[in-house]
């Protein structure tokens, strides 16, 4: 039995990955992961209620800040020790320590209130050490706890104290800052309401969205979110879309249009009639692809990761050869030690261990708040070596809606407007999307026929005024054109275009900025596909393609140059095998079909080809802090050593230089949540 549950107020995910070694080891438990950047614990257990208590006693004993709590049984929480106590510890620890050191006092009493200043300051992180080191885990908190009373034995007092009080208020800030990106990511993917108002019988009772089934009317009020999925069936409303698509304009809904979950009834009551259950619907699906985004881990988050384990124990031998060269150079006990403590304390791997799954997680929260859904860091970085980008035509680049372009008459007995209303008494009887156009088009009440039969891949035959018609294909043709008949006699031509969306052309010159390659790919007819491409500046195009050939072609792209990145845009079953060969698939609609959401690494809420280059430009925004911290955090600390080990900075310096760009590398983090994705647009040589 797995259960996912929360695991609150851990400070750094070195100390997150030590409680899940320790968890893992426990006799109840079968599998644990702790998600240091969504505080979830995910437990595997044969017997879960008594696994969560172990679990509990366990954290209390090696992290006893944090808390573990199991939403679904409030009564089996981890309770929080209270924070205030720790404030004032801290706060008259630095007092009796800058009193200590200043004001002249008996030796004794001196002693007493140093041992009191730096036990009261961080008394939780030699504690901390103590356990996790009885268990066989060494971390940052040992390093704190070394270079302490490392500094108070070879006399640097002073330092000792600050060390672990910078220390301590390092990681206060730390968790500041923490917070507030969860919090921002929360509010950004807070899509799901808890209750919804279910209509019976004109009566009204709220439930969960879980408690809604298919079929069943619901009601929406103004300012309130929609629960699942539906087909509006009274009432007339603007939608506020953004936290969906990531479209600032309201959008209107009126009697039978469609409605999708997640967004926000402005100004009007709504009745909807549900046509998805919650755990189909459009806000289930998009809170079920962001729960499981963080698992999937870049090459950059995972090696970090990896580092961060054998680190500690790594530093702790170079500061054991650091002693060695300078005692073996100075021959001086205390002057090695120091220059050792030194190294300990500018080694800290916090910097990395927080900032650079923080960035990758705030890059991943603004895409969402975007309506771009990214399933996990590896697609971020994938996403920006992208040299091409392919495309399905229709569904796409285009609508997937056609308009009429031309209604012409071959006899003179009948109009455009009697050939546009013939074809559409036949159309009406079929679903495809031409006889959708054709209907829709019609002015005037279609009335019923005799005899109507559609035949795939053909067309309508019916009868009308005691005459035989057929409206479809009977004849080739380049043009998207049905053809009306009468008694076998070709009556009139209705030609039709599939629209090209809005957006497209300016995605394609976007991505010719980025430097990346576009094609489209379509089973359409050749010459249609050639024009649609030339019309939006496509670099080339395929037409008449089987789903097979489109697979085919990307493969076949990928094994001539192993090297090539190529990403894929489609939104239909045909599209999910290409989908998930490419690098980065771009599944276009939450409406879309299942399966190419399933096969996508990347979905686009809206379908709106645009989203793909503000898709790629947060990947590559997001990549650049991560790389920014990485290299911030390296060389500052190469720095720090390289002067601590020579003597030219002392202790002080280096915890400052610690802190400091741990803080610098957690903001430079969060700026990841507000690029906009498409404000610059800088040309790529990959």
């Not at 709590?69 to 020790?81: G, H, P, Q, T, Y």
Request: with cysteine; charged share 20%; hydrophobic share 45%.
């Amino acid at each position: 039995m797995k259960k996912t549950i929360r695991i609150y107020d851990i400070d750094c995910p070195n100390c997150a990955h030590a409680v899940e070694v320790k968890i893992n080891a426990l006799k109840r438990v079968n599998e644990a992961k702790i998600d240091f950047m969504k505080s979830e614990l995910t437990l595997d257990s044969d017997d879960m209620e008594n696994a969560i208590i172990d679990v509990i006693n366990l954290v209390k004993i090696i992290e006893p800040d944090a808390r573990v709590v199991d939403e679904e049984n409030v009564s089996v929480i981890a309770k929080k020790s209270s924070g205030l106590v720790g404030f004032l510890l801290l706060g008259f620890g630095i007092l009796i320590g800058v009193l200590a050191l200043v004001v002249p006092v008996p030796t004794w009493l001196y002693w007493i209130m140093l041992i009191g200043s730096v036990v009261a300051i961080g008394y939780k992180t030699y504690y901390k050490a103590f356990q996790l080191l009885i268990k066989g885990v060494v971390n940052e908190n040992l390093l704190v706890t070394i270079s302490v009373i490392g500094a108070i034995a070879v006399g640097e007092h002073m330092e000792g104290v600050m060390v672990v009080a910078l220390y301590t208020i390092g990681k206060i800030l730390e968790g500041l800052a923490l917070d507030k990106s969860r919090k921002s990511i929360e509010a950004l993917t807070n899509l799901r309401p808890e209750r919804v108002t279910k209509v019976i019988d004109d009566c009204e009772i709220v439930c969960t969205p879980e408690g809604v089934m298919v079929d069943d009317i619901i009601l929406v009020r103004p300012g309130e979110r929609i629960a699942l999925d539906g087909v509006v069936i009274e009432g007339k409303s603007s939608l506020d879309t953004q936290s969906l698509t990531g479209e600032s304009v309201p959008r209107m809904v009126d009697v039978d249009d469609e409605v999708l979950s997640g967004c926000i009834v402005l100004d009007a009551v709504l009745k909807i009639k549900v046509t998805k259950p919650y755990v189909d619907s459009t806000v289930s699906q998009i809170l079920d692809m962001m729960e499981h985004a963080t698992s999937k881990k870049s090459k950059t988050e995972t090696a970090i990761s990896s580092m961060s384990r054998w680190y500690t124990l790594a530093v702790i031998a170079l500061a054991v050869v650091v002693f060695g060269v300078v005692f073996a150079i100075s021959h001086v006990f205390t002057t090695a030690l120091y220059r050792g403590l030194i190294f300990l304390v500018v080694s800290c791997p916090c910097a990395f261990a927080i900032s650079v799954p923080l960035a990758y997680f705030s890059g991943l929260g603004n895409a969402s708040s975007k309506g771009i859904l990214i399933k996990g860091s590896n697609f971020i970085d994938n996403s920006t070596k992208l040299n091409v980008v392919a495309f399905d035509k229709t569904g796409t680049i285009t609508t997937g809606e056609f308009e009429i372009t031309d209604i012409k008459s071959c006899v003179d007995r009948y109009t455009a407007d009697d050939i546009l209303y013939l074809a559409g008494l036949g159309e009406q009887y079929s679903l495809h999307p031409l006889a959708v156009s054709i209907v829709r088009a019609n002015t005037k009440k279609l009335v019923k026929v005799n005899s109507a039969r559609e035949i795939s891949g053909e067309g309508v035959f019916f009868e009308y005024d005691h005459k035989p018609y057929f409206v479809g294909r009977k004849e080739a043709s380049i043009d998207t054109a049905v053809d009306v008949y009468e008694n076998n006699e070709k009556i009139g031509r209705i030609t039709l275009a599939d629209t090209i969306k809005p957006s497209a052309k300016q995605a394609v010159a976007d991505l010719h900025k980025m430097g990346i390659k576009t094609i489209m790919l379509s089973g359409d007819n050749a010459e249609v596909v050639k024009r649609v491409g030339a019309e939006v500046g496509m670099d080339e195009v395929v037409g008449e393609m089987l789903p097979g050939d489109k697979f085919a072609y990307i493969e076949k792209l990928k094994k001539e140059n192993p090297k090539l990145m190529v990403g894929y845009a489609g939104d239909g079953i045909n599209d999910a095998p290409t989908l998930a060969l490419s690098d980065v698939g771009f599944g276009m609609g939450v409406r879309g079909n299942s399966a190419s959401i399933e096969a996508s690494d990347i979905v686009i809420a809206n379908d709106n080809p645009q989203k793909i280059v503000e898709a790629i430009s947060i990947s590559k925004y997001t990549r650049s802090i991560v790389w920014q911290n990485i290299i911030f955090a390296g060389v500052v600390k190469v720095l720090f050593l390289t002067f601590g080990a020579v003597g030219v900075t002392g202790m002080l310096s280096a915890v400052i230089a610690d802190v400091g760009v741990t803080i610098v590398a957690i903001l430079n983090s969060l700026r990841a949540l507000k690029h906009g994705g498409k404000k610059k647009l800088k040309h790529s040589k990959n």
